[in-house]
């Protein structure tokens, strides 16, 4: 067999992310409980029943799915008559798949997979919205079957160490209208005026398979987020949102520098890791102290000098975009 014709090898990713494409979940074309909330065009293309242009998914989301599995193949093997496991509900047209349902307590459980990073983001600032907006439309479409809701659990758990947070809460119907307000939204605009709510180089708009479609138009070559200027080509108004986006950073960089400052009069710690403090915030302070080592640059060019040799260097290209002076024109 020649070169030409052996077939391409797989990597173990690839295989992992074939077999995710071909279950039944990941071909579903109409939009679900899972993505309300998210991107709103993405939602758009689900609900204009646009065909996707990229096979999406990722072997993040397919370590996800295995932990789903396995709880499910347990749940199945020890779950009560009257526990629903991996159970299709609709709710406002809307379809899903809850985890679990546990009847005796009248709570539903729902698994999410994320990084260790991420839930410590989760552990202070609390569910995404988009998952407040999901568990409560697989209650709302349980209540409307006749079984009770009067807990949700959402599970987080951390993939690359295995910690696992647990959130609680009871059923709220403004969660519920809001997410029905929110599809509506986006049924009234038409899909290619929707706003793309994830940046492009993000695992979300990485990982979409309707990333082609989405960011088709931007100037070849560039950012793909230069099909913002293409669509509404009025560069002085995007340069007026750049120079207030980063007078805002400075602002609240100041504001931070400040407030850190005044209350490292509380600080108990020398080094390490602190207690946490409550000073009748709604949450703790904790100060962690760490010592690092970086690399003496200078040092090291010197004794490269010594023996007249050069320091290995690494090429990286980036783009700065600076505001200078008109050369006719007053200074901003």
Not at 232 to 255: S, V
Not at 267 to 285: H, K, Q, T
Request: proline share 8%; hydrophobic share 35%.
């Amino acid at each position: 067999m020649t070169a030409v014709d052996r077939p391409a090898e797989r990597t173990t990713a690839d295989l992992l992310l074939e077999w995710d494409r071909q279950r039944p979940r990941s071909r579903q074309r109409e939009l679900g409980w899972s993505e309300v909330g998210g991107c709103r065009r993405r939602a758009g293309y689900r609900l204009a029943g646009a065909e996707p242009t990229n096979p999406g998914g990722s072997v993040q989301a397919v370590l996800g799915t295995a932990i789903h599995d396995a709880v499910q193949q347990r749940l199945v093997e020890t779950a009560a008559p009257e526990d629903l496991v991996e159970y299709p509900v609709e709710f406002a047209g809307i379809p899903g798949h809850l985890d679990r349902y546990e009847a005796e307590h009248a709570r539903l459980v729902d698994v999410k997979t994320t990084s260790s990073r991420w839930l410590d983001h989760i552990k202070v600032h609390g569910p995404e919205r988009s998952h407040l907006w999901q568990t409560n439309g697989y209650a709302a479409a349980l209540i409307g079957q006749g079984r009770p809701v009067r807990e949700i659990v959402i599970d987080y758990i951390a993939r690359d160490t295995g910690d696992l947070h647990r959130w609680t809460g009871r059923p709220d119907p403004l969660q519920v209208k809001a997410a029905l307000e929110w599809i509506r939204a986006v049924r009234s605009v038409p899909v290619d005026m929707l706003n793309r709510d994830y940046a492009p180089d993000g695992p979300f708009c990485q990982h979409c398979p309707f990333f082609n479609r989405c960011w088709d138009g931007a100037t070849p070559g560039r950012d793909p987020r230069s099909v913002l200027l293409v669509e509404d080509p009025d560069a002085a108004g995007w340069a007026a949102k750049l120079w207030q986006a980063r007078q805002d950073i400075a602002a609240a960089k100041d504001r931070e520098a400040e407030a850190k400052g005044a209350l490292d009069a509380l600080r108990p710690n020398e080094a390490g890791g602190s207690d946490v403090l409550d000073v009748g915030f709604e949450l703790g302070l904790l100060w962690t102290i760490t010592d690092s080592e970086r690399l003496d640059t200078t040092q090291v060019r010197a004794e490269y000098a010594r023996v007249g040799a050069r320091p290995p260097t690494k090429t990286s290209t980036s783009t700065k975009l600076s505001f200078v002076p008109l050369p006719d024109g007053p200074a901003p």
